[in-house]
T-cell receptor
Framework: GAVVSQHPSWVICKSGTSVKIECRSLDFQATTMFWYRQFPKQSLMLMATSNEGSKATYEQGVEKDKFLINHASLTLSTLTVTSAHPEDSSFYIC???????????FGPGTRLTVT | KQEVTQIPAALSVPEGENLVLNCSFTDSAIYNLQWFRQDPGKGLTSLLLIQSSQREQTSGRLNASLDKSSGRSTLYIAASQPGDSATYLCAVFFDGQNFVFGPGTRLSVLP
């Protein structure tokens, strides 16, 4: 149990375009999902916390208008990177927390390359 | 500020050795602490989760301890194997709902 999936697993896009990444909790309902970014040889950095039915909470330094998060259902959160630039190239990982729980379950990650 | 650090940053050992990875955190008010493994270019694999009320957890050749009062956790790997080579991440779930990762320890086990 407690499986989280991400789609796509990797994506290449041209500078200026937008890319949507999906995060799904497959066998549980996740009231809270988290989005992380990981640059090469660095650790994961929390970008935003996504709560179902409400606006996401962004960490300091993360542009909310550039990284659009939608948590429309208890099993799906999406991250849209708008007007992507090469410096947005990174590994994006989501996690989900079950209601009342404190353990996070991580997705396999999405590698974004912006050319 | 809630921070998590890990020592050493990198470690290279011959196969068969027992080894210890260290994790320190600045705030003792935590819900739990997790150890993850990450292979290059891959996602995270959860290894062990220790609740704040626990002192250690064991899974196979892995043993993780938690000393909340001193803000430390260790991951002990017994009889290391080349397949253990990966980056090991410590993550702390602080009170206040903030989940913070350490920078990781890159482990190489040489055959």
């Amino acid at each position: 149990g407690a499986v989280v999936s991400q789609h796509p697993s990797w994506v290449i896009c041209k500078s200026g375009t937008s890319v949507k990444i999906e995060c799904r909790s497959l066998d549980f309902q996740a009231t809270t999902m988290f989005w992380y970014r990981q640059f090469p040889k660095q650790s994961l950095m929390l970008m935003a916390t996504s709560n179902e039915g409400s606006k996401a909470t962004y960490e300091q330094g993360v542009e909310k208008d550039k990284f659009l998060i939608n948590h429309a259902s208890l099993t799906l959160s999406t991250l849209t990177v708008t007007s992507a630039h090469p410096e947005d190239s990174s590994f994006y990982i989501c996690s989900a927390r079950s209601p009342g729980g404190y353990e996070q379950y991580f997705g396999p990650g999405t590698r974004l390359t912006v050319t | 500020k809630q921070e998590v650090t890990q020592i050493p940053a990198a470690l290279s050992v011959p196969e068969g050795e027992n080894l210890v990875l260290n994790c320190s955190f600045t705030d003792s008010a935590i819900y739990n602490l997790q150890w993850f493994r990450q292979d290059p270019g891959k996602g995270l694999t959860s290894l062990l989760l220790i609740q704040s009320s626990q002192r250690e957890q064991t899974s196979g050749r892995l043993n993780a301890s938690l000393d909340k009062s001193s803000g430390r956790s260790t991951l002990y790997i017994a009889a290391s194997q080349p397949g253990d080579s990966a980056t090991y991440l410590c993550a702390v779930f602080f009170d206040g709902q903030n989940f913070v990762f350490g920078p990781g320890t890159r482990l190489s086990v040489l055959p």
